[in-house]
């Protein structure tokens, strides 16, 4: 789906997932020059990413940069298998936090995620376990640091946004004055909301703070899609709800 000159968000479908069909909203961003993908999906979801980049009439081959905004296995997937893919060496970002997460050097079943997961079903608990018994990995090539104002596709201004992970990140795309909020938030019934599933709900709240700064139009969340009614509005509300 077309968002705006040079950004395209995928809707991409993961059937079954903890009882529930969940689809999930990663986002390429492109010029001239090259191909941007943010985040990359669940394991076993990289003929999905080809697929939607013939459809977006975005070449592949233009790929050069994959953004991580946090190391959650529903993000980094499928990410060593779309490296494989390409012809040409792309380069992995993402925070200095979650870098050791993503490069397999720490455990992905920490005691906070354990610790949510004790509500859950005893079948989600032992399926998720399976999930990430085995979890994606891959190099991390370069760090982003917060505020950091990256020199592509009309530029991109790195927002650490801590709360839903301990090192998440967003993403304010200048040009389309775009939020790729990632999971700092979620667009439920419509509405653009908190997003509830956090290590850490407070700090969550305070890291929406950091929105206000921006002319925001667009937001992509990863989970719910696109909003973009009055968006510095209702952002505004939800920092001091």
Known sequence: MKVATGIEVF??????FLGQDVTIHPTVIWDKEMAILIDTGFPGQKDIFLEEFEKASIPFDSLRKIIITH???DHTGSLPSILESSHHNIQVLSNDLEKPYIQGEKDLLTDELLAQMESWPEQWRNDFKSELSNPPKTIVHKIVTDGEELPYCGGIIVINTPGH????ISLYHKQSKTLIAADA???????LELNQQSIDIEL???SLR????YDIETVICYHGGLFNDNVNERIAKLVLS
């Open 210 to 213: 950091k929105f206000t700064q």
């Open 165 to 168: 992970s301990i090192g998440h």
């Open 11 to 16: 809707e991409i479908e993961r059937k079954d």
């Open 204 to 206: 969550s709240q305070k």
């Open 185 to 191: 938030m979620v667009v439920q019934d419509g509405l």
């Open 71 to 73: 190391h959650h296995f």
